[in-house]
């Protein structure tokens, strides 16, 4: 039976650390962290998130702004608010939470956030650098997981890991940082021939496709590590996972849950990225 990775045990060490080095931080400097999170429309989920990215902002310390926006927001009022939230000196961190509506260009969107500013690195300048292995953000969801893997004691060096997922937010960074830690890196997808083979010649196993129960127990390999990122709804209404829980415990090692699992890894990243904002706001 597979050892549980409490995600929210980790997270809240995270999170205290993060508290500790705020608390110095403000001491030295005077001054206090700021995230802007940014909600248009009324996602149940994404209303969710936003509520523990705050609730999270005020246990280590941080000041949040909340800017809650109706779904009929047109993308060039967004554009002016994210301006002016760029050149606001108490922000250092901005997060548009996504999905957006589709009348809005995404793309836009992220790519009009201040770099240095940018706590999800999104932005084409922080996903570039990510690339190249020299960056000051890692985007949080995938952050998290490596945290995750890390909590096991197992490491990645030469280990096969399989993304499943090849989305811009979790699949493609997930599979450049598993590499800086010299994973031998294989990223699947909708067209991916065989999903089965793939998953189960996996030491690591990281899903994020967003799909109810895809990955079933015998498509994981006996001993693997296996990390959920879906956040999906059963037939039930029930939040479950991309990974089949009740199956895949059996054989893996080490597994994660969900809910409880990468969510609230997901947020304690987000606040660590903002100290690092702040931090970055003083360097000019
Ligand atoms: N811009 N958009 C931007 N940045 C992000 O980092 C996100 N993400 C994803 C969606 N859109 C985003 C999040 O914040 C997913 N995500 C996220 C954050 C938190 C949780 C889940 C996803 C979370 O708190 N999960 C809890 C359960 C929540 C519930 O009860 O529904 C958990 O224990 O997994």
New binding site residues.
Partial sequence: MAQLIN??EISAKVKESVKTETKEFIEKTGVVPGLAVILVGDDP??K??VG??KKACAEVGFNSFEHILPESTEQGELLDLIEKLNHDPSVHGI?????LPKHIDERAIINAISPKKDV?A?HPANVGKIMIGDYDFLP??PAGVMELIHSTGVSVGGKKCAVIGRSN?VGKPMAMLLLHENGTVTICHSKTKDLEKECREADILVAAVGRAKLIKGDMIKEGAVVIDVG?NRDENGK?CGDVDFSEAEKRASYITP???????M??AM?MKNTLTAAKLSLKG
Wanted: net charge positive; aromatic share 6%.
């Fill in positions: 995600g929210k989920a994404s969710i998130y523990n990215k997060l548009c939470q996504l999905p999800d999104f949080c969801t937010i956040m939040l969900v809910p409880g699992g990468v969510g609230p997901t947020i987000l």
